[in-house]
């Protein structure tokens, strides 16, 4: 009844199409269990509602009923995709870590001199900065690559999406690497490995930018997720 009357993304979740949560937790096979009165039974198949079923990365288990207590700890029994995402993100973030001593670049051009690479985090937007501000960021981070060297998780926040990409742009049309050296630019390798998403905005720039053309759509065809 809770679900029914106050969870806000049913439809966005394709819920909608049972006629109330009851009996979409009877086709899934577990409303026996989200009935049970043992307080883990009932708990360990709510967290597998919300990181499971749901598996949006936003809807999740936090805290046990009282009748379970606070130390109990309760199992998953499948690993939803956004939770093993997020497991995957944190392993090779620790070794990219090590692998450039905690400063990681946002622009860097292979040995060879033909492919540039483009990485950051998170898609960063304030909505508070005009075109005359963006555009004096791309030119202190032009004048100030060691920024860029270190941009990774440290000033994605001062120095926003576009304003990163637009100095990256110029670099990789000048045919130049991070420290303004002739390289000859074939190729170029977004790199999201790490990326936890962020603003929609900054997202469409990033896609017109790498295409030319961005129309975005916010709804995942394959769960019908937003």
């Known amino acids: 009844m809770n679900l029914d009357f106050n969870y806000g993304l049913k439809a ?58 606070k130390d109990t700890e309760v199992p998953s029994i499948h690993l939803g995709s956004a939770t093993e995402k997020d497991l995957r993100n944190q392993q090779y973030s620790e070794v990219r870590n090590m692998t450039y001593n905690g400063s990681i670049p ?42 860029l060297k270190e941009y990774v998780g440290k000033h994605e926040n001062t120095y926003e999406t576009m304003a990163m990409f637009s100095a990256v742009n110029e670099l990789i049309q000048s045919n130049k690497d991070i420290d303004g050296n002739d390289v000859d630019i074939k190729n170029v390798v977004l790199d999201l490995s790490c990326n936890g998403g962020g603003a929609n905005h900054a997202a469409c720039f990033v896609i017109a930018w790498m295409l030319g053309y961005c129309k975005f759509d916010f709804r995942n065809p394959i769960t019908g997720a937003k």
């Open 106 to 147: 946002a622009y860097e051009v292979s040995t060879d001199g033909q492919t540039a690479i483009v990485r950051f985090d998170s898609f960063t937007f304030t909505g508070s900065k005009n075109a005359a501000a963006q555009k004096q960021d791309r030119e202190y981070l032009l004048d100030n690559p060691a920024l």
């Open 12 to 69: 966005i979740h394709g819920i909608e199409s049972f006629p109330d949560f009851d009996s979409y937790f009877a086709a899934a096979g577990i409303r026996d269990d989200l009935k049970s009165v043992n307080p883990l039974k009932f708990a360990t198949q709510l967290k597998e509602v919300c990181e499971f079923y749901f598996g949006d990365g936003h809807s999740n288990y936090y805290y046990n009923s009282p009748y379970l207590g």
